[in-house]
């Protein structure tokens, strides 16, 4: 738990679209009633090296799913 000395400090969660998995160390931590979890959709992310367009939409629908999951879960 952090704290500022007065109240604790709310913790923003990262979780990138190669980090779709409940058990990384970063969620495993977090205080479902106090943390925040963001994930974003970077736009860069599917033009820096060429990928084919359904593994681009392969990996933006496995993080929306796996976001519905976290939401589930509390």
Known sequence: MVTDGRSLVLILVLILGDQLSPAIASLSVADK?????????????????????????????????????????G
């Open 33 to 73: 009633s106090r943390d925040v979890v963001l994930m974003c959709e970077v736009a860069e992310e599917t033009t820096y090296v060429r990928h084919h367009k359904q593994k681009i939409a392969f990996v933006l629908s496995a993080m929306r799913h796996f976001a519905g999951e976290l939401r589930d879960l």
